[in-house]
Each structure stands twice: as structure tokens, then as C-alpha cells.
């Protein structure tokens, strides 16, 4: 087996200086050239399938379902609409000129910001890698791909099928962890997108601010989710549970992180809770082939310390048994542990759901305010003002009523945080705009001078740039016709 | 500097409890205190009109055209158009999710921080400041020390017209603003050199802040004797004006340098000279048509890129320096050295190189060996070339047969891109500037599928793929057990 490639500094400058050749040769502008390469992309969702699967059961223990349908489905989706939707999406969008700049024609005209950097997680690392990807080169962008080390399986598997299938000139993966990393965050990039935690964030942030380089982060929070007693107990339950355990095992961003309800309604969620999960796992969950594994020996010290905290492992009413050999840990219930613990300290991203339980659910506002931001924040209820006040006066990335997470599934809306939970959003042509620059062009006519413009400087000048600004046709012929 | 800590900490304070308070949410207080700003510049304008000369030696008619005239357009625009830029924006989804239903409301971000430059004190600062109130932010403006009278204005006038509570002004400088950028703001807008930038940016990468920077860069003018010698005057009106009429040079998006082919270079400077003195007359230093320079450390700079032999040299007008007076004349240079320090930063003043090539194409060429600057002007009707100068430059905008008015164009957006800045405002993108595009996605608790829910089977994974690829008629095939 050969030695593994050194990646420092060195390599990543002379990485970058290709792309950039390439960029500057042309290569990625033309529609052709993105076509094909998505096109190609398409290709490995199709024929790789199997591949990708098996490589998310070694890293994740993901279930093919997930696999199938979070990752490739979602993906292949993604490929579709790009397909389809490119052609609008470069064309100029014409933009309204006014009196002031008449007579003119203005535009806003789509361009490649030049060679970006995506750096991908380890919970969906095909679909947090390739779906930016995708925006990059919808966009006309040369790009590197930096997968997560902590799914070796896919990041190696990511490596060879682009390798295999896109053009090298401007497609490359860097496989690696910090060394890496570190050394690609000095270069200079046109936009980095980063999918990950809020501390890392910060990381890339500070490393983009030194060459001014614009950053898409895409990080995480602990999403809520509010039930009221006015639900659908069933659906809402069976929604929260395949949301939380179905979705890599709570190891998503947009996972339901807690649960906030009524005293009174608690035991009634509970129960419901426990009933459907038993239906979807059975009575040995542990032993359920329909869930992802912890995915490594660090979360599940770090998942463990949680709920071996004092004051909260009394507070367990469901699950909480551990195995550690096999990287399982139960789906687990807790209620009303401390708000200060650490299970409520930070996100939780493992399958522990704490249920918090308020007087009324007017509190729930309140603490989800006192809050950092999340990347989602969930209601279930029929109840329309609350709805409404729910998505007005609640902030974070985004708000779903009445489900879970399905909203990333949807490319007319932009996903992305706000505040802790990052900058920027992407998905359907959000991505295409994320990795563009929309350059102003004015048009304007020799004709059509006024010695308004220049000095010397008059009164009589004065007053009709003063009818010109405020775009009155009638102070600007008075002024004209010395009446002003 | 303990009082200023604590000046900012209860500033701080106080915008966030009345942000909280959700008074800043109702559109009614949002177009008060934007009418409250349109009333107090024009109540005020032969104050700022005074202020403005102090500081800079602007002429009311300048100072009109390029600050108050500029704010009073933009606080009528945002008063008109903010109750079409709030409503949500509706979106469609996909059959398969059917009831559902998608939006995209722009909620404020919250506390903001405004970071004005000195050149343009008076549009810097309320500009943005109209952007930040629209989007129903607090917001805090530091205005630039290196304009005091213009500060000074603002930090006293603006309580007396706006809502305290929630719109704070502070004066200062550097000392000042390093406080400021230690404390978490939700958004911070810059505007100044991108050494600065940068610091910014590192400062609220601290706290994942999202920021718009808008920066600077030369902004070359490419000038196409071939197709526009019938206007030539205009052009060269124009260009003179962009020059020297706004501020002296002293503007991010002034004409840096001009571009032309040799054998035109000396008509043009030929014209440029009766062009400057019928601008300014003879003594251009007492015109007072002129700005002057904004401190003697600025002058000391301009002086300084003047002094290289090789830069004095080809000095072809001009070039008279009077440091006490904060006076640089305006100067024409003819063919100084690309390496020569004033053809690699910004100038920032009232000298103009004329940069000669064989062909006009070339100019391209030298276009791209400088960072990407906030504006390109071309002066052409050469479509070949407007084409080549569109796909193969980057820039915040360009400007076909014009210079600077760009600015007005509020359908247009006004930003860089690279080393010139990060996001855009003006019209409805400084509405879309300072607010959180917030996805909210409203689920039905009826129509549940059983598919979505685990023990998964092949039948379940089969029917989420179909689903996926939005093949209904197979779905219901499946369905009805006639699809394996």
C-alpha cells in the first residue's frame, strides 16, 4: 500500500495556483463544461449506489434507506434541477434604471467568484460534500473538496469517484484532517463553504478574514421543538422520532435537540413516544438494524458524559443503556433535567431527546430566546396564532411547523443559520447564487449630458440636481425653464 | 477609555432590550425614523453643508449631490418600498409535500453596527443606517474622526431627531472602534480600506457576526478612441469630473487610472487640461470647487507616491503640493512605471495616471494583474470589447460610457467583490443586507405516509425513491401492488 501523500503548505499552494490556471484559462465559465460535469456526477449517484452505501455502513452504520434516500436522492435531486435550471439561472436579470441615471439600461450579470473551498462533515459526508459541490460548479467555480476524516470510508470513496469521473483541472478532493486543512485554509480562496460546528466556524471564519474571502458556514445549535397540546399526538411523535433517531441518529444539524411542553401534556408525549418507538425499533432497540451507530469512540465518551451527569441520569424514563464496543447507545428520554446541565449546554447531535416541561407553552418563547440561535426550530400545533407567532418571533435558520427537517429536502427555500448557526444558505439556486458574484452593469449613452454634473458649482446647479433627486418631472422643467 | 467600556456595554444593553421589546418589528416605527432622518437632513442642510466644508472643503452643490441628495433619495425609496420589501416571499413546492407550504420572511438580525468612513460622512453613515431601520434593526453608528465636524453633526443631531433607545451614534477613532469590535454585534457594516477589512472581519469571526464590507481598489477606465472619438468631449468631461468633481479622487469608486492607446494619449491630456481649469479655474487651490485632501498625514501619502523619480517624471500636469493647506493639485501623469507604488495601491486622490498600450485589448490584461476592484468604466462601443470586459474581469460593477453613477442606481447593487468588499446594499439589497432570510415551512399533521416511518422494508425504501424523483404515476403503481 503506498505511503500516504504529504499535503503541506507547499502542495496546497501549488493546488491552488493550478486551479486558479485553469479558472483563468476559462475553463469552467463555458455552460458546456458545467453541464458535463454535473452530468458526471450524475453518474456516480447512479451507478455507485451500492459503493456509497456499504462506505456509509463503515463509517455511520447508516441504514441503506438513509443512505439512499438522504444522500443519493437528495443529491440526485440536487443534479436534476441544476440541469434543468442553469441556463435561467446564468442568464442576466435586467434591473430598473431611474430618471437620475436616464437615459441607461442596467443589469445584474452572474460570475464565477474564481477557486472555492468546500470542507464537508462526517454525518452526511456525500451529501455535505457534493451538494456544494454542485453549487460551485453550477456556478462556474474550479473547486476543492476537503471530506471529513472522520468518515474515512466516503472521504477516500469521495476521492476516487471524482478523481474517476470529473475534470482534474478544476475538481479536486484533498483528503486529510488538521495538517491539511490547515495548510488549505492559508491559501487564498475566492469563497469558502463550510459545513461543521460553531467553534470550527469561527476557525475558518478568522483564516478567510486575512484574504478577505467570503464564507458560507453552515453549522449547528440545539434545534427545539415545541408540541402543544392541540396536535395530532400520533404523527407528531412518530415525525419527531424518525426526524431524531431516523436521521443518522440524531447526528444531524436539524435534529430535534429537545422537546418543550406543557406539565401537563408530558407524560402524554411520553407515552406516545415510547409506544412508537417501540413499533419502529422494537423492544431491544439496541439490536435495530434501522439506526446509525455513534460514529466514534470520542462522541460516544462525550454523548456518555452527558447522561452520566449528576441530577441528569435520574432523570432517564426511557432507553439510556450504552454499549460501547459497538458504538451504540439506546434511544434515550430524559425529563426535565436542569436547564444549566450540560445535556442543555450544548447541541447534543447523538440520540438523547430531553423533554422540558413549562406551566404554559407561552415559556417556550422565552426559552428558546435565551438561547443561541439554532439551525431549526420546530412547533407542532393547529393552532393558527401560535403558528404565526411562532414563525415571526421565533429566530433561527429556519422554522418548520408541524415537521421535521423536511425542509432541507426543499430547493425553493434557502437553508442556513443565523448567529451560532452560521452565514449564508444554499440549496436549489441559493447554492448557484452562494458561489457567485452578481456584478452591477450600467449601460449608459454618450448622449445625454447635463452641465449639472460638473463644476464650477452654481445655485441654478444646485436646485436642478436637487429636482433631479428627487425624480419630480415638474421642478426639473421649472428649473429648466428658469421658473425655479 | 473605562468610561468609553462602559458607555458601549450599556449602549449595548439597552438597544438589545428594546430590540426584545419588539418595538423596532412595526414598519409604522420603521418609516418614522426613516422620515425622521429625511426630515432632519433637510431641516439641517446648511449645517452639514458647513460641516462638510470644514472637513473637507466640499462645496454645498458636491456635497448635495453626492451626500444629502443621496440620503434623501434613500430614505424616501425605503419609506415608499418597505411595505413591499417585508412581505414574505412566497414559494412552491413540490406535489409529493402537498399540503404543505413554503415562505421566506426577512426578520432583523438584531443589534447591528455601522462603521462609516470619512469621505462621505454624511451618505456613509445614514445610508446605511436607513438599511439597518428598514430591516427593523438597532443599530449603532461610528462615525469617522477624520471628518469631525460631520461626526460631530451627527452624534448631537441625531438623538434630537431619532429614536434613542434604539439608534445610538458614537465619535472616535481607532481606540474606539477596538472596543467595539470585542463586544458580539449581529451584523456589523463597514466601509473603508481593506487593510481595515480585514480586521474587522477577524474581530467578528470571534462571534460568527456576518459582515458587509465595502471596501475599495483601483477602478480602472479603459477609454476606446476607435469607437467613441465622435464624444470624445463627453468622455473626457466625464472622466475629469469622476476624477476630480467628487471629493477630489477621494472616493472608492473615484477613476483611479485611464487606459488608452498610445497614439490618443496626448489629445486626451490635451483636452484634460482646459477640461480641469474650466472646472476650477486657474487656481484651481481657491476655486472652491475643489476638496481638499482629509489630513496632512493623507497629503504626506499622495506626496510620497509622487516623490518616486520615475513617478515625477512622468508627471504632465500639475503636481504642486501645499501641505498646510491640505491641497494636492490636480495632476495628470503620463506613463508612470506599473511597478511604481502608485500604480499597486489605491490612490485615493486628485492624481490621474494615463496608462498607455499598443492595443486597446490589452488594457484587460492589465486589468487582471490587480485585485478585483468596486468598479470597472469603460469607454467604448466596441461590443467585442464590453463582452470581453464583462466575462473577463471581475469587479464589484462596471459602467459602460460613464464613471460614479453607478451609485445611483438603486435597482443596481452597490458592493465588491475580492480585495473591494464582501455583500452589497442600496434600494431593496440594503433592506436584504441587515435581515435574516428566515425558510419557514408549514406541514400538514394530516396525509401521513406509513413510508416515511421505520421497521424500513424494500417496499418503503422503493416508494421514498419513486417519491423522490417525483414519478407519481409509478408511486401509485406501487401503490396498488402493481409495481415491484
Known amino acids: 500500500m503506498a505511503a500516504k501523500k504529504m499535503f503541506?503548505?507547499?502542495?496546497a499552494s501549488i493546488l491552488v495556483t493550478d486551479l486558479r490556471r485553469s479558472f483563468d484559462d476559462g475553463v469552467t465559465r463555458g455552460y458546456e463544461w458545467r453541464v458535463t460535469q454535473l452530468k458526471k456526477l450524475l453518474i456516480i449517484c447512479d451507478n455507485h449506489e451500492p459503493e456509497i452505501v456499504v462506505a456509509l455502513r463503515d463509517d455511520l452504520g447508516k441504514p441503506e434507506l438513509e443512505s439512499s434516500v438522504y444522500e443519493i436522492s437528495l443529491l440526485r435531486n440536487s443534479i436534476k434541477l441544476a440541469l434543468k435550471q442553469l441556463k435561467n439561472w446564468m442568464a442576466p436579470e435586467e434591473a430598473k434604471t431611474s430618471l437620475t441615471t436616464f437615459p441607461a439600461s442596467a443589469e445584474i450579470v452572474s460570475e464565477p467568484l474564481g477557486v472555492v473551498l468546500v470542507i464537508s462533515a462526517w454525518n452526511y459526508p456525500f451529501l455535505l460534500s457534493i451538494d456544494p459541490v454542485i453549487g460551485a460548479i453550477s456556478a462556474g467555480n474550479a473547486v476543492v473538496l476537503k471530506p471529513s476524516e472522520l468518515a474515512p470510508a466516503s472521504s477516500a470513496l469521495l476521492a476516487k469517484l471524482i478523481e474517476q469521473y470529473l475534470d482534474p483541472s478544476a475538481v479536486r478532493v484533498v483528503e486529510g484532517a488538521v495538517t491539511e486543512t490547515t495548510a488549505l485554509l492559508e491559501q487564498k480562496w475566492d469563497k469558502i463553504f463550510y459545513t461543521g460546528s460553531s467553534k470550527i466556524g469561527r476557525v475558518i471564519m478568522a483564516a478567510a478574514a486575512k484574504h478577505l474571502t467570503p464564507v458560507v458556514l453552515e453549522l449547528g445549535g440545539k434545534s427545539p421543538v415545541v408540541v402543544d397540546s392541540d396536535t395530532d399526538l400520533k404523527v407528531t411523535v412518530r415525525r419527531i422520532i424518525v426526524g431524531k433517531w431516523g436521521c443518522n441518529n440524531g447526528q444531524a444539524c436539524v435534529s430535534p435537540d429537545y422537546i418543550l411542553t406543557t406539565k401537563e401534556y408530558a407524560p402524554k408525549?411520553?407515552?406516545?413516544?415510547?409506544?412508537?418507538?417501540?413499533?419502529?425499533?422494537?423492544?431491544?432497540?439496541?439490536?435495530?438494524?434501522?439506526?446509525?451507530?455513534?460514529?466514534n469512540s470520542t462522541h460516544f465518551d462525550r454523548l456518555s458524559k452527558l447522561l452520566d451527569e449528576k441530577e441528569v441520569s435520574d432523570k432517564i424514563v426511557y432507553g439510556g443503556e450504552k454499549d460501547r464496543e459497538n458504538l451504540k447507545i439506546a434511544p434515550t428520554i430524559l425529563l426535565d433535567v436542569p436547564l444549566d446541565s450540560l445535556i442543555m449546554s450544548e447541541e447534543i447531535f447523538g440520540p438523547l431527546l430531553p423533554i422540558l416541561t413549562l406551566n404554559n407553552l407561552e415559556e417556550s418563547f422565552d426559552v428558546i430566546r435565551s438561547r443561541p440561535k439554532p439551525l431549526a426550530a420546530y412547533l407542532f400545533t393547529h393552532n393558527k396564532k401560535l403558528k404565526e407567532r411562532f414563525a415571526a418571533t421565533v429566530s433561527a435558520g429556519g422554522i418548520v411547523v408541524n415537521d421535521i427537517a423536511v425542509h432541507l429536502a426543499l430547493h425553493t427555500l434557502p437553508f442556513g443559520g443565523v448567529g451560532e448557526s452560521g452565514m449564508g444558505a444554499y440549496h436549489g439556486k441559493f447554492s448557484f447564487d452562494a458561489f457567485s458574484h452578481k456584478k452591477a452593469v450600467l449601460y449608459r449613452s454618450l448622449f445625454g449630458d447635463s452641465a449639472v454634473r460638473y463644476p464650477p458649482y452654481s445655485r441654478g446647479k444646485l436646485r436642478l440636481l436637487k429636482a433631479l433627486v428627487d425624480s419630480n418631472i415638474f421642478d426639473i422643467f421649472k428649473v429648466l425653464l428658469g421658473l425655479a | 477609555m473605562e468610561g468609553m467600556k462602559e458607555t458601549v456595554e450599556e449602549s449595548l444593553r439597552e438597544m438589545r432590550e428594546t430590540f426584545a421589546?419588539?418595538?423596532?418589528?412595526?414598519?409604522?416605527?420603521?418609516?418614522?425614523?426613516?422620515?425622521?432622518?429625511?426630515?432632519?437632513?433637510?431641516?439641517?442642510?446648511?449645517?452639514?453643508?458647513?460641516?462638510?466644508?470644514?472637513?473637507?472643503?466640499?462645496?454645498?452643490?458636491?456635497?448635495?449631490?453626492?451626500?444629502?441628495?443621496?440620503?434623501?433619495?434613500?430614505a424616501t425609496v425605503a419609506i415608499n418600498s418597505l411595505d413591499k420589501w417585508a412581505v414574505p416571499k412566497h414559494s412552491n413546492l413540490p406535489l409529493l409535500f402537498y399540503p404543505a407550504k413554503g415562505k421566506v420572511i426577512s426578520e432583523p438580525y438584531g443589534t447591528v453596527l455601522v462603521l462609516s468612513s470619512w469621505n462621505f460622512p454624511i451618505s456613509l453613515s445614514l445610508d446605511p443606517l436607513i438599511g439597518a431601520i428598514a430591516a427593523g434593526n438597532t443599530v449603532l453608528l461610528k462615525s469617522s474622526e477624520l471628518s469631525p465636524n460631520a461626526s460631530a453633526f451627527l452624534a448631537k443631531t441625531i438623538p434630537a431627531?431619532?429614536?434613542?433607545?434604539?439608534?445610538?451614534?458614537?465619535?472616535?477613532?481607532?481606540?474606539?472602534?477596538?472596543?467595539?469590535?470585542?463586544h458580539q454585534w449581529d451584523k456589523i457594516f463597514f466601509t473603508g480600506s481593506p487593510k481595515i477589512g480585514r480586521i474587522i472581519m477577524a474581530a467578528a469571526a470571534q462571534h460568527l457576526t456576518p459582515v458587509t464590507l465595502e471596501l475599495g481598489g483601483k477602478c480602472p477606465t479603459i477609454v476606446d478612441h476607435h469607437t467613441i472619438s465622435k464624444n470624445i468631449k463627453s468622455v473626457v468631461k466625464r472622466i475629469a469630473g469622476g476624477k476630480w468633481g467628487s471629493c477630489s479622487g477621494q472616493a472608492c469608486i473615484s477613476v483611479d487610472y485611464v487606459l488608452i492607446e498610445k497614439s490618443y494619449a496626448s489629445s486626451l491630456i490635451d483636452m484634460l487640461k482646459p477640461t480641469i481649469k474650466s472646472f476650477f479655474g486657474e487656481n484651481p487651490k481657491e476655486s472652491g470647487c475643489l476638496s481638499r485632501i482629509a489630513t496632512k498625514q493623507h497629503v504626506q501619502r499622495l506626496s510620497r507616491l509622487l516623490n518616486d523619480p520615475r513617478v515625477q517624471a512622468s508627471i504632465v500636469y500639475g503636481g504642486s503640493i501645499d501641505e498646510e493647506k491640505l491641497y494636492v493639485e490636480p495632476t495628470i501623469l503620463l506613463d508612470p512605471p506599473l511597478d511604481s507604488e502608485i500604480m499597486n495601491e489605491e490612490i485615493f486622490g486628485p492624481i490621474l495616471p494615463i496608462i498607455t498600450v499598443r492595443d486597446i485589448q490589452e488594457s484587460i490584461?492589465?486589468?487582471?494583474?490587480k485585485p478585483k476592484p468596486l468598479a470597472i468604466y469603460a469607454f467604448t462601443n466596441d461590443e467585442n470589447l464590453k463582452t470581453r470586459i464583462l466575462s473577463e474581469t471581475s469587479s464589484g460593477s462596471v459602467t459602460f460610457n460613464d464613471v460614479m453613477i453607478q451609485y445611483m442606481c438603486d435597482a443596481l447593487p452597490f458592493g465588491g467583490v475580492g480585495e473591494s468588499g464582501i455583500g452589497r446594499y442600496h434600494g431593496k439589497y440594503s433592506f436584504d443586507c441587515f435581515s435574516h432570510e428566515k425558510a419557514i415551512m408549514e406541514g400538514s399533521l394530516g396525509m401521513d405516509l406509513e413510508a416515511r416511518y421505520p421497521p424500513w422494508n424494500n417496499f418503503k425504501l422503493t416508494f421514498i425513491r419513486l417519491a423522490f424523483r417525483e414519478a407519481y404515476f409509478k408511486l401509485i403503481l406501487l401503490m396498488l401492488g402493481l409495481k415491484r
Open chain 1, 269 to 295: 408525549v411520553i407515552e406516545a413516544m415510547k409506544k412508537e418507538l417501540e413499533t419502529f425499533y422494537g423492544k431491544n432497540p439496541m439490536d435495530s438494524k434501522d439506526m446509525s451507530r455513534i460514529v
Open chain 2, 365 to 369: 490584461g492589465i486589468i487582471k494583474t
Open chain 2, 21 to 74: 421589546s419588539g418595538r423596532t418589528r412595526s414598519l409604522k416605527w420603521r418609516k418614522a425614523q426613516i422620515g425622521a432622518i429625511y426630515e432632519m437632513v433637510k431641516d439641517n442642510e446648511d449645517k452639514i453643508c458647513s460641516a462638510l466644508f470644514q472637513d473637507l472643503g466640499k462645496h454645498s452643490t458636491e456635497a448635495f449631490r453626492d451626500e444629502l441628495g443621496v440620503v434623501l433619495r434613500s
Open chain 2, 161 to 182: 431627531y431619532l429614536d434613542t433607545k434604539a439608534i445610538k451614534v458614537i465619535e472616535g477613532g481607532p481606540d474606539v472602534a477596538t472596543i467595539l469590535l470585542q
Open chain 1, 8 to 11: 503541506g503548505a507547499a502542495e
